[in-house]
């Protein structure tokens, strides 16, 4: 798999890829993750990106002539199945989503920025957007690397082990359960003692109604979706 992301403030969307598991990903050729700075498509000498809104308001607007040179940069070195856009209007990001883009080949991810990018780009080039949250972000930065973060993992052999990915919360629509780890009691805080009896089947059942509970309680809106 490949992720291409635009942006230009690349510095912000780097520093994800080089650590921890989503390094290792790359490392281990399991995915390809490249930066491209937006300021190299214009022709502007002062590599400008941005114009004010026609119509007046405040906030800059991402041209569209860089977007689109270094879309069409590209594309003609690779097909892309999807170029999304990384904006709060777009429909929110979540678990099936990340499943379903894990099975594509080349993604390429538009960061916004400022008060967004020309509207010609989103009809005219743009497959879909997505959402991170009902919130607004300064830019699209941190929404791509959520998004890729959220798709890499799931490649098989990112995690070492691989169950672990399926265990998620969110991957079967229920939280995930509680874990602990050593030592077995602290200031007389105990582990639950199923977790120590070696019993699997016991284990597992205990897990799944924890799951169930926890969902309840804390995202009862999954259980509804199910
Ligand atoms: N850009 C700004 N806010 C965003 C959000 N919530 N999700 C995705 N991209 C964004």
Redesign the pocket.
Known sequence: MRIDIVTCLPKLVESPFSDSILKRAQNKGLVEVVVHDLRKYSTDKHHKVDDYAYGGGAGMVLMIEPLVNCIRDLQSQRDYDEIIY???D?PR?NQSMANELVLKGNLMII??HYKGIDERVRTHFISRE???????????EL?AAVISDAVIRLIPGVLSDETSALTDSFQDGLVAPPVYTRPAEFEGLKVPYVLLSGHEANIEKWRFEQSVERTKERRPDNLEER
Do not use: E, H, K, R
Request: aromatic residues 10%; glycine residues 26%.
């Open positions: 990384t904006s709060p777009g990001f960061c916004g997505i959402s991170i949250g009902d919130y607004v972000l300064s830019g699209g929404a």
